[in-house]
């Protein structure tokens, strides 16, 4: 393998990073084509649809819709265009499991059909009544103007294991935006919590000029809702927020809580997504409940420079309780970053969601840790290991005995000193960590790192997507990078596809000098996991030759220190039932 040993287009890469910034290849989910929505593919196509990723059959999906456990059944929502693959059309399409994995559609639980929703059934949230009732809340759009209200529905047999059918009960729309709310910026409403006074407490997502906001409004009954005198947070220069996520995490432990506990030993996390970036940035605080505030804590950054639930190509997150396992579980959505709206309708189908994820607090209390849920595993089939084998510099070696295309890899990487960690330059402290890792990739030789994989590649390396580490030296302190580079991942010269290098800092000790990766792969994801957890980054890719047998999977080091695989475990997925 060739690496280049310098970078003098260093200074170029970074205005095409500014530029992909700011016009990235991820549409905004609201993005309309009335001449495309309905138009629907005769032929599916199917060589990077995911084998064990969660996708539909056909058609364009997007926002992952109140997943819940409910009566020994979990229920995914999501929005779904029934009738083509671009946005539009949007219905609330319902699928169920037992295990996270394997999944039944059924018909779709709620379409416009109401004037108080003729016009669109956006995103939302389900919360479970104290009588064992779920209830859905969901923006619907009541006219051309894209005027926006919240309403409800409730099961037509709560008794009915599946939940088949839903019911928009005559009493809708429960909020309408009052006037000083931006009726065109004023959706996707929480999960409601149960505060010690007996009232419900839900938030929805909004903007004051180029302020996020979100807005707090409380019930009594959960039918009359009267919004507070100010929100619950806000913060300025982050543009409209779109998909609030509001939940208590445990000091304590890593299990789950129900989202209506508060108390000691407990804080918050507030999740916005933005959509003016595409990004999704997280705070942890305290909810003040006596003045209904959430208050970040001191070192947290409210803004697009925050805290990522992931640094990759994730969206519209959305996390519920589980009671049968007491864990808060995450689902996002993933879009298509190959294609032009009519390409789109060739290919039949867009967007996929992501692995559900366990989420807990990290013993640090300074961010989020998530992994995939247990239950993948039971999709892992052949295995193949590797044990303490050292990689020089330029060194790789194939996972070979596996499916590459469609698998499940868990590496730790040691190295025995950090003397040769790479100084940190001065100049990128302002930078994103995807815009460093745009200068310093996995073909820019270093000295601890770049390590790691070579996911989806072709034979003689034509394309690949890395994702790897590198370890920089900031004074006396360490600072380390985790890439999921898209650049080098087809060798299709198509100026629409987005290749990307996707990246984050990973805040971990490395007192043992060890590191940590599992990588997700399937067809046109990679779906990968830092230091068990702590920085995940999800990027859609598509190689032209690195296809189904024809992909392989390796290890490699581009740096001057020598690393170590102490373990490496790699399954073939089997794909679950759909």
Known sequence: MVFLKNCFLCPFLVIIIVLLFFFNGIKASHEVFRNLQSLSSTNIIKYYRTGYHFQPPKHWI??????????????????????????????????????????????????PSKEFDQYGTWSGSVTILPNNIPVILYTGIIDVNNTQVQNYAIPADASDPLLREWIKPDENPLIVADNSINKTRFRDPTT?????????????????????VAILYRSRDFLKWTKAQHPLHSSSKTGNWECPDFFPVSLNHTNGLDTSVDGENVKHVLKVSLDDTRFEYYTIGTYDTKNDRYIPDRKMIDGWKGLRLDYGNFYASKTFYDPSKNRRVLWGWANESDVVPKDAIKKGWAGIQAIPRK???????????????????????????????KLNKGEIVEVEGIT????????????????NAEEFDPSWAHLYAKDVCAIRGSAVQGGLGPFGLLTLASENLEEYTPVFFRVFKVKNKYKVLMCSDASRSSVRNNPKMYKPSFAGFVDVDLSDKKLSLRSLID??????????????????????????????????????????????????????DR
């Open 404 to 419: 590459a295309a469609q698998a499940d890899v868990e590496v730790t990487f040691s190295f025995s000193s950090l003397k």
């Open 359 to 389: 989420l807990w607090l990290d013993p640090s209390g300074k961010q989020l840790v998530q992994w995939p849920v247990e239950e993948l595993e039971t999709l892992r089939n052949k295995k193949v290991e590797l044990r303490n084998h």
């Open 523 to 576: 067809h046109s994801v990679v779906e990968s996991f830092g230091a068990g957890g702590k920085t995940c980054i999800t990027s859609r890719v598509y190689p032209a030759l690195a296809l189904f047998s024809d992909a392989r999977l390796l290890a490699f080091n581009n740096g001057t220190e020598t690393i170590t695989i102490e373990t490496l475990n790699a399954w073939s997925m089997n794909k679950p």
């Open 192 to 212: 409601a919590w149960l505060g010690r006074d007996g009232h419900w407490r839900m938030v929805v997502g909004s903007a004051r000029r180029h302020r996020g």
């Open 62 to 111: 997007n926002d992952p819709n109140g997943p819940m456990y409910y009566n020994g059944v979990y229920h995914l929502f999501y929005q779904y265009n029934p009738k083509g693959s671009v946005w539009g059309n949007i219905v609330w399409a319902h699928s169920v499991s037992t295990d996270l994995i394997n999944w039944v559609h059924l018909d779709h639980a709620i379409y």
